[in-house]
C-alpha cells in the first residue's frame, strides 16, 4: 500500500530534507512540494532520485496549492517563519497563524480526509487552527490531526543517554515526552525512562531544562539563520513514516508521542480529566492505527516533581489553546 503525501513549505529549510527523506519512502507513491517560492526547484532536484514515488512541485500560480493538496492522504506543514535569536515560539504566531489557517481552507476544501501533521509554530496553538479551520467546514476529525512533537522526543533519548554515560546508545533511550512543544510546556517524564536511569535531582532538573529548551542551542548555534531543520526533517520523517506505517495496516505496540485533541479517544478524555486543570489538546501516547489515532495511553505514574511541571504546562498551554481558537473566531 502507497500514499499520496504533501509538504507544504517543502523550500525551506525543514521542508528541502523533509521531502528527500520522504522520497526515500517505499510507503509514497507521490510526493507533493508546494511552496511559495522555489517549489518546482526542489522537486526537480529530488525526482531524479531512483525510488518509486513521483514527485511535482508546485507553486501558488494555476491553483498549485488545490493541486498539490488533490487527493493526497497525509500533508505535512512546515511552512511560516522560524525562530531568530531571543524569540519564542509564540513570537511567531502573527505571521505563522494566518499562513497555517490559509493552509487549513485548502486541506478542507481539496484534502478534508489527509492526516495532517502540523510542524508551523506555535505549534500549541497552530495546531488549534487548523482543528478551528476544519470544524468550521465540517470536515474536522480529531483522529488526523498531530502537531508534531517527535523532535522532543528524539532530543530527550539523545539528552539522557548522553546523561547516563551512553552517548552512541541513545536509540535504546525512551523517555515519554508529553504536554505542548515549547518551553515549560514540554514535559519529559524521566522518570519512566527505559531502560531506567537514576540521575540526581540536579541532574534531572538539568536535563528537563535541556529537552525543554533543547531547540534554543539550535537557534543560538545558527546565529540569526534560523531554528532547528535537519533534526526536525528526520524527526518529521519518523513521525510521518510510522503514521503510513500505521495506515497501511502495519500494527505497532510502540507508542508514538503527539499533540492532538483530547476527544480523539476516550483514553484522551480520561488524560484530561486527570490532569491539573483544562487541557483540550495535550501531547500524549498515541497508538497510530489504520485512521490515525487509534488509542490514547494513559500518561503512567508520575513524581511529585513531574506533577509540579505538568501543572506549569497545563496553564500555559490554555492560554495558547485560546489564542489559535479566537484568532480563527476573529477571521472572516
Ligand atoms: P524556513 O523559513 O526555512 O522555511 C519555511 C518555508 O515556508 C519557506 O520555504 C517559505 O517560502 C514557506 N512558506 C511561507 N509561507 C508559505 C505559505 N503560505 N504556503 C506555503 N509555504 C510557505 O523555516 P524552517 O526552518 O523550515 O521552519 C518552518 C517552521 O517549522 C517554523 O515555523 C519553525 O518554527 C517550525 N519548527 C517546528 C519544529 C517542531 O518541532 N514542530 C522544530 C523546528 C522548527
Redesign the pocket.
Known amino acids: 500500500m502507497s500514499f499520496k503525501a504533501v509538504v ?8 528541502q530534507p523533509l521531502s528527500l527523506l520522504l522520497k526515500q519512502s517505499t510507503l509514497v507513491k507521490e510526493l507533493a512540494l ?5 517549489a518546482p526547484g526542489v522537486a526537480a532536484d529530488i525526482s531524479h532520485i531512483n525510488t518509486p514515488s513521483i514527485v511535482k512541485g508546485y507553486l ?1 500560480k494555476d491553483d498549485g ?1 488545490q493541486h498539490a493538496l488533490k487527493d493526497a492522504d497525509i500533508v505535512v506543514i ?6 531568530k535569536p531571543g524569540m519564542t ?1 509564540d513570537d ?1 504566531f502573527n505571521i ?1 497563524a494566518s ?1 497555517v489557517r ?2 487549513s481552507v485548502g486541506i478542507a476544501a481539496h484534502a478534508p480526509k489527509a492526516f495532517v501533521l ?6 500549541n496553538s ?1 495546531v488549534p487552527i487548523v482543528a478551528e479551520v476544519l470544524k468550521k467546514k465540517g470536515v474536522f476529525d480529531p483522529k488526523r490531526l498531530f ?6 522526543v528524539v532530543r530527550a533519548s539523545t539528552f539522557v543517554s548522553e546523561a547516563a554515560g551512553k552517548p552512541t546508545e541513545s536509540l535504546e533511550y525512551r523517555i515519554p515526552v508529553v504536554g505542548g ?1 515549547s518551553g515549560e510546556t514540554i514535559v519529559p517524564i524521566l522518570s519512566q525512562t527505559q531502560p531506567s536511569s537514576n540521575f540526581d535531582q540536579s541532574t534531572l532538573e538539568g536535563l528537563v531544562k535541556r529537552i525543554q529548551f533543547g ?1 534554543d542551542e ?1 537557534v543560538k548555534a545558527k546565529d540569526g539563520a ?4 535537519l ?2 526533517a528526520f ?2 520523517a519518523r513521525f510521518a513514516t510510522a503514521v503510513l506505517e500505521a495506515a497501511s495496516g502495519k500494527s505497532s505496540q510502540q507508542p508514538e508521542y503527539t499533540y492532538v485533541h483530547l476527544s480523539a479517544d476516550a483514553g484522551g478524555k480520561e488524560i484530561e480529566s486527570s490532569l491539573p486543570g483544562k487541557a483540550e489538546y495535550f501531547s500524549v501516547p498515541v497508538l497510530l492505527g489504520k485512521n490515525g489515532v487509534e488509542k490514547i495511553l494513559p500518561i503512567g505514574n508520575t513524581t511529585d516533581y513531574e506533577k509540579k511541571l505538568l501543572e506549569t504546562a497545563v496553564s500555559q498551554l490554555n492560554g495558547n489553546i485560546s489564542k489559535g481558537v479566537s484568532f480563527v473566531e476573529s477571521s472572516k
Not at 34 to 38: A, G, I, L
Not at 226 to 229: D, L, Q, R, W
Open positions: 507544504v513549505g517543502a523550500a525551506g529549510g525543514i521542508g508546494y511552496d511559495v517560492v522555489n501558488p496549492l512546515p511552512a511560516g517563519v522560524p525562530r515560539r511567531l505563522n499562513i490559509d493552509i502540523v510542524i508551523s509554530n506555535p505549534v497552530t502537531g508534531v512533537t517527535t523532535l522532543d512543544h531547540g539550535v534560523g531554528s532547528a531543520t533534526s526536525m524527526a518529521g
